[in-house]
């Protein structure tokens, strides 16, 4: 589904990416981990289209994306979630969805009067559906800045559902949240699955990146040093040393 081509992003003389190849099969969780600085943000930037890259390509679904910006990516089905929550903050939780949804929709196409009112009842049965999976049902018409911080990291996995995305970025998902909320978010994630989503899950925490990923990808300084199932990935000499600066061999 999506081919990461020799990619390199270069910031001056910083190498945030180094001729970087990944490829990443249609119904898998893929996950991306590394310290900090190791450049996954900076790969989720690149796919995404707010980052083009130095060198390289980015190809999702047989076609060459490294040129496309980013709302051209997301009607083709690529959407994401970032680290620090952007909800819109004075929209409701509705609003929020609501905005997502019709940001996919074909304006050459459909007026703007048909895009916002001629298929409300589609949308509003959409929309339903998101807000029984992100559990926000009773939440609807508060301020996306009356939610609780669990509550607006579901929103914002909502938001990024309400476009419809055949492969989901999520960057960083577990930052901050506790045990429970992680729990959550494991399960909300191997439902989307199931639902046929593409995942890529970019995370530091372990537990759900071991537990719920099909195969992983290690980087270091920009480049890949390892990818394998979780448990290739835990046993891994390289990954240990990048993580804790020795191996078993030492």
């Not at 559990?135 to 419809?164: H, I, M, P, V, W």
């Not at 989307?192 to 899950?201: D, P």
């Amino acid at each position: 589904m999506l081919k990461i081509q020799s990619i390199s992003k270069h910031f001056g003389g910083v190498k945030a990416l180094n001729e970087l190849d990944l490829e990443v099969e249609e119904g898998e969780i893929y996950g991306v981990i590394g310290p900090n600085g190791s450049g996954k943000s900076t790969l989720v930037n690149v796919i995404c289209g707010i980052f083009l890259p130095t060198e390289g390509d980015v190809i999702f679904e047989g076609q060459i994306l490294s040129e496309n910006p980013t709302h051209q990516r997301l009607k083709k089905g690529i959407a994401r979630t970032f680290q620090n929550i952007r909800l819109f903050p004075n929209l409701t939780v509705w609003q929020n969805l609501w905005v997502a949804r019709n940001s996919v929709e074909d304006i050459k196409t459909e007026s703007s009067f048909y895009r916002w009112f001629g298929k409300s009842s589609i949308v509003k049965k959409e929309i339903e559906k998101m807000l029984e999976f992100s559990n926000l049902g009773n939440r609807a018409d508060e301020l996306a800045s009356s939610l609780a911080f669990g509550e607006q990291r579901r929103l914002e996995l909502a938001r990024a559902l309400a476009t419809k995305p055949r492969l989901l970025l999520l960057d960083e998902p577990a930052a901050g949240m506790n045990k429970d909320e992680i729990r959550d978010l494991d399960g909300r994630i191997r439902s989307m699955q199931l639902q046929g989503i593409t995942i890529i899950l970019i995370e530091h925490v372990m537990e759900l990146v071991m537990g719920v990923t099909d195969r992983i990808a290690v980087l270091n300084f920009g480049s890949k040093i390892a990818e394998g199932n979780p448990q290739e990935i835990q046993n891994n000499d390289a990954v240990q040393e990048a993580y804790l600066g020795y191996s078993e061999d030492d």
